[in-house]
Nanobody, 125 residues
Framework: EVQLQASGGGLVQAGGSLRLSCAVS????????IGWFRQAPGKGQEAVSF????????WDADSVVGRFTISSDSAKKTVYLQMNHLKPEDTAVYYCAAETRGFLHRLWRGRYDYRGQGTLVTVSS
């Protein structure tokens, strides 16, 4: 069973940066598609950014293109989300999620096999 440990959230001013981390255990890291959803107060789940670890293929929501960058470190079995030029509308609980079949499209369509606990990102104006 995959275990996902998210960290790195916090409070930042608009225009600032944060880096989220998702440490993975319990599965062959190279076989995973993994990344981030977020849920803002009073809103539904939103797909943010995902990576297919084996070949580095990525998918990013239009709202974060050019600002967020997802990457993976196989030695550390960790996925990172570098968030730059943060906006108040990025405020949300960010969840790390994983898909085990190698299909990136499952994630950006909201389908995952495992999800970790969230980490809160608050962007002040």
């Amino acid at each position: 069973e995959v275990q996902l440990q998210a960290s790195g959230g916090g409070l930042v001013q608009a225009g600032g940066s944060l880096r989220l981390s998702c440490a993975v255990s319990g599965f062959n890291f190279e076989d995973l598609c993994i990344g981030w959803f977020r849920q803002a107060p009073g809103k539904g789940q939103e797909a943010v950014s995902f990576i297919r670890v084996r070949d580095g293929g990525t998918w990013d929501a239009d709202s974060v293109v050019g600002r967020f960058t997802i990457s993976s470190d196989s030695a550390k079995k960790t996925v990172y989300l570098q968030m730059n030029h943060l906006k108040p509308e990025d405020t949300a609980v960010y969840y790390c999620a994983a898909e085990t079949r190698g299909f990136l499209h499952r994630l950006w369509r909201g389908r995952y096999d495992y999800r970790g606990q969230g980490t809160l990102v608050t962007v002040s104006s």
